[in-house]
């Protein structure tokens, strides 16, 4: 069974801070991303990363950053939080394999900024 | 630019009724259409669909895609509460990625 772990169900942080989400999967993807998703608005890629130390932008890379050093690991980081990045972030992975793309999503941070 | 279309936004319907999802795309490379569904937590995965005219089936739900038009279709049958959510639709675009464009979803309300 596909796992999509990610570190905080629940943030709150202040304006200003700086924000890491977690992501981890256990099945040897080659891909990750990350998504926020808004009332409205639906999911919007924010990066992915295709292998270790790669990443991609996505739709909307303003104000924030990746990092992904291990396979396993993709973390989303907001250098200085604003109230517009309040949100839901979810994260995702999906293996290379060109005929079977689905992915497989995490639970999803909720995140506050006050 | 790429885009995905859903309609309705929003659905309310009775126990025991039929619904259909609609999903249009427009996007270059195209490879594949996946359908989720949400409720209070992450997507839930549905279907893949691949190629054109081949229905896949889960149960009550079903789903066609057409290639020469651009669309989906997602059809539930004696819909059950249970069945209120939101359903996401998404072109998976070629490459090496595999990268995604949702559509804002159809959220949909199924009353007792």
């Known amino acids: 069974d596909v796992k999509v772990t990610q570190s905080s169900r629940y943030l709150v942080k202040r304006t200003g801070e700086k924000v890491f989400l977690e992501c981890v999967q256990d099945?040897?993807?080659?891909?990750m991303f990350w998504y926020r998703q808004d009332p409205g608005l639906g999911l919007r890629l924010i990066y992915f990363?295709?292998?270790?130390?790669?990443?991609e932008k996505g739709d909307i890379p303003e104000g924030y950053s990746v990092s992904r050093e291990k396979k396993e690991r993709f973390s989303l980081i907001l250098e200085s939080a604003s109230t517009n990045q309040t949100s839901m972030y979810l994260c995702?992975?999906?293996?290379?394999?060109?005929?079977?793309?689905?992915?497989?999503f995490g639970p999803g941070t909720r995140l506050t900024v006050l | 630019e790429d885009k995905v279309v859903q309609s309705p936004l929003s659905l309310v319907v009775h126990e025991g009724d039929t619904v259909t999802l609609n999903c249009s795309y427009e996007?270059?490379?195209?490879?594949?259409l996946l359908w989720y569904k949400q409720e209070k937590k992450a997507p839930t995965f549905l279907f893949m669909l691949?190629?054109?005219?081949i229905e896949k089936k889960s149960g009550r739900l079903s789903s066609i895609l057409d290639k020469k038009e651009l669309f989906s279709i997602l059809n539930i049958t004696a819909t059950q509460t249970g069945d209120s959510a939101v359903y996401l639709c998404?072109?998976?675009?070629?490459?090496?990625?595999?990268?995604?464009?949702f559509g804002k979803g159809t959220k949909l309300s199924v009353k007792p």
């Open positions: 996007v270059t490379n195209f490879r594949s």
């Open positions: 990363s295709y292998d270790v130390k790669m990443k």
């Open positions: 998404a072109a998976v675009l070629g490459g090496s990625q595999g990268n995604l464009i």
């Open positions: 099945m040897d993807h080659e891909n």
């Open positions: 691949t190629s054109s005219g």
């Open positions: 995702a992975s999906s293996g290379a394999d060109l005929s079977y793309n689905e992915q497989f």
